[in-house]
């Protein structure tokens, strides 16, 4: 059965901190990672990861992956309030339609 | 460039009864997949639809049933309303030629009472 584990659970930081999230996955005909911010209800795309070892960068946020390793990080450089979010990752499989497997998800709070 | 919409924002049904949400996918996308987010959990896949036609199934009872239009929006039905039915259903959108990035609705939130 396809599996997508996350960690921490949920942390809080002070702005201004750096933070870490973890992904990891075991899913049959792996094709991607993506990572999601969810806030209220839409998750907003952030990365999709297709190659390991090759940085994604947007601004304070970068992620990376190791298709050896399988798993994923997202780091988030001098945290802002308007960080706190659930930061999702999915798996996606090789086959047509690329059906997503979501971890639970890890709950990030920055305090002012 | 209108994103993806979801309607409608919240509904509250009784167990036994059925429900209908609806769906448009971003603009220029041609799949749309659904998934069920019940409280402080990730999102579940239910089922996606192409070409009008069912292409991929979660583990999911025949109760969530669904359709897609000419136009790409889709339906998701579900019957005989269970307590545990009571979530956040997400639409999300993509192109199929595309690198398949899904793109999400803002949601329905379904009660169940």
């Known amino acids: 059965e396809d599996k997508v584990v996350q960690s921490p659970l949920s942390l809080v930081v002070h702005e201004g901190d750096t933070v870490t999230l973890n992904c990891s996955y075991e899913v049959t005909n792996f094709r991607s990672l993506l990572w999601y911010k969810q806030e209220k209800k839409a998750p907003t795309f952030l990365f999709m990861l297709t190659s390991s070892g090759i940085e994604k960068k947007s601004g304070r946020l970068s992620s990376i992956l190791d298709k050896k390793e399988l798993f994923s990080i997202l780091n988030i450089t001098a945290t802002q309030t308007g960080d706190s979010a659930v930061y999702l990752c999915?798996?996606?499989?090789?086959?047509?339609?690329?059906?997503?497997?979501f971890g639970g998800g890890t709950r990030l709070m920055v305090k002012p | 460039d209108a994103g993806v919409t979801q309607s409608p924002t919240h509904l509250i049904k009784t167990r036994g009864q059925q429900v209908t949400l609806r769906c448009s996918p971003k603009s220029g996308h041609d799949t749309v997949s659904w998934y069920q987010q019940a409280l402080g959990q990730g999102p579940q896949f239910i089922f996606q639809y192409y070409e009008e036609e069912e292409r991929q199934r979660g583990n999911f009872p025949d109760r969530f049933s669904g359709h897609q239009f000419p136009n790409y929006s889709s339906e998701l039905n579900v019957n005989a309303l269970l307590l545990g039915d009571s979530a956040l259903y997400l639409c999300a959108s993509s192109w199929n030629r595309g690198k398949n990035e899904q793109y999400f609705g803002p949601g329905t939130r379904l009660t169940v009472t």
């Open positions: 999915a798996a996606s499989k090789g086959n047509a339609g690329n059906m997503l497997t």
